[in-house]
């Protein structure tokens, strides 16, 4: 499970996104030069989720075979996404924290019309960064090496990664294997609820933290962790100047704080 819908959304846009910079880098890129490339996805779904994502890429070639690429995205969600709870003939409250955007707002609850779907409005921006480096040690022979991490209101990821990929020698026929790490930071907006607790329909009073150092403030910050595996091999082949044959297989393990904390369920 992800934390937001809009993760799902963005997972799903991730191919789209890379092809708005799709020259691959050891091709586009001039020997001993910086070539940069950006451009801008856009995506809308009727009162639900509105995603702009601009994109900049930067690749410096070294020689034929090796290079380093950054790229550098900027993610700002807004909208609407459902929480879980039954649609009902009464009028409904929403939980305080289901009505909390990352940004920081926070309100009592939002009222649900009777018979409508009840939603959680957000806004959130993410910003993230990945470096790959290509090294090259013979003609047929080449490792990836890559980085990445990315930061928003309430989600931080950082991970890195080795690919390792073996030509034939005709060049026609590449064999890949890869693994993978990511490490999360999870803080829920509210902090991370109680699993399977009433959710209370207000907020409590303010404290008075006037007299509370940052320290102190920083201290009190819960996170939750999450970590993830990935293990890939595949088999690419060039069949044609046009045709391009590719089949992979990959395994993943995930652990630590899987569930989504902006979800509920309705006791009825």
């Given at each position: 499970?992800?934390?937001?819908?809009?993760t799902?959304?963005r997972?799903?846009?991730?191919?789209?996104?890379?092809?708005l910079?799709?020259?691959?880098?050891?091709?586009?890129?001039?020997?001993?030069?910086?070539?940069?490339?950006?451009?801008?996805?856009?995506?809308?779904?009727?009162?639900?989720?509105?995603?702009?994502?601009?994109?900049l890429?930067?690749?410096?070639?070294?020689?034929?075979?090796?290079?380093?690429?950054?790229?550098?995205?900027?993610?700002?969600?807004?909208?609407?996404?459902?929480?879980?709870?039954?649609?009902?003939?009464?009028?409904?409250?929403?939980?305080?924290?289901?009505?909390?955007?990352?940004?920081?707002?926070v309100?009592?609850?939002?009222?649900v019309?009777p018979?409508?779907?009840?939603v959680?409005?957000?806004?959130?921006?993410?910003?993230?960064?990945?470096?790959?480096w290509?090294?090259?040690?013979?003609r047929?022979?080449?490792?990836?090496?890559?980085?990445?991490?990315?930061?928003?209101?309430?989600?931080s990821?950082?991970?890195?990664?080795?690919?390792?990929?073996?030509?034939?020698?005709?060049?026609?026929?590449?064999?890949?294997?890869?693994?993978?790490?990511?490490?999360?930071?999870?803080?829920?907006?509210?902090?991370?609820?109680?699993?399977?607790?009433?959710?209370?329909?207000?907020?409590?009073?303010?404290?008075?933290?006037?007299?509370?150092?940052?320290?102190?403030?920083?201290?009190?910050?819960?996170?939750?962790?999450?970590?993830?595996?990935?293990?890939?091999?595949?088999?690419?082949?060039?069949?044609?100047?046009?045709?391009?044959?590719?089949?992979?297989?990959?395994v993943?393990?995930?652990?630590?704080?899987?569930?989504?904390?902006?979800?509920?369920?309705?006791?009825?």
């Amino acid at each position: 499970m992800q934390l937001k819908s809009a993760t799902s959304v963005r997972l799903a846009l991730a191919a789209a996104s890379c092809a708005l910079l799709a020259d691959p880098p050891a091709q586009a890129a001039q020997r001993g030069a910086w070539v940069v490339n950006a451009g801008t996805l856009m995506y809308e779904e009727k009162d639900r989720v509105s995603i702009i994502e601009p994109a900049l890429m930067a690749t410096y070639k070294f020689n034929d075979e090796d290079y380093i690429d950054v790229r550098v995205v900027n993610d700002t969600m807004t909208g609407a996404s459902p929480v879980g709870a039954s649609v009902s003939s009464h009028p409904q409250t929403l939980p305080p924290m289901l009505s909390t955007s990352a940004s920081g707002s926070v309100s009592n609850g939002t009222y649900v019309a009777p018979e409508a779907l009840p939603v959680n409005r957000f806004s959130d921006v993410r910003n993230s960064i990945a470096v790959n480096w290509q090294k090259a040690f013979s003609r047929t022979f080449r490792t990836v090496i890559g980085s990445s991490a990315s930061v928003e209101g309430d989600y931080s990821s950082f991970g890195g990664s080795l690919t390792l990929l073996r030509d034939t020698a005709d060049k026609l026929t590449t064999f890949t294997a890869g693994v993978s790490y990511s490490h999360d930071l999870i803080n829920p907006v509210g902090g991370p609820p109680e699993p399977l607790t009433v959710l209370p329909l207000t907020l409590p009073e303010p404290e008075d933290h006037s007299t509370h150092g940052e320290e102190e403030h920083e201290a009190s910050i819960i996170y939750k962790q999450k970590q993830l595996s990935d293990l890939m091999v595949g088999v690419t082949q060039v069949v044609s100047k046009h045709v391009l044959a590719q089949l992979n297989y990959s395994v993943g393990y995930t652990s630590g704080y899987l569930t989504d904390p902006y979800k509920i369920i309705s006791r009825v």
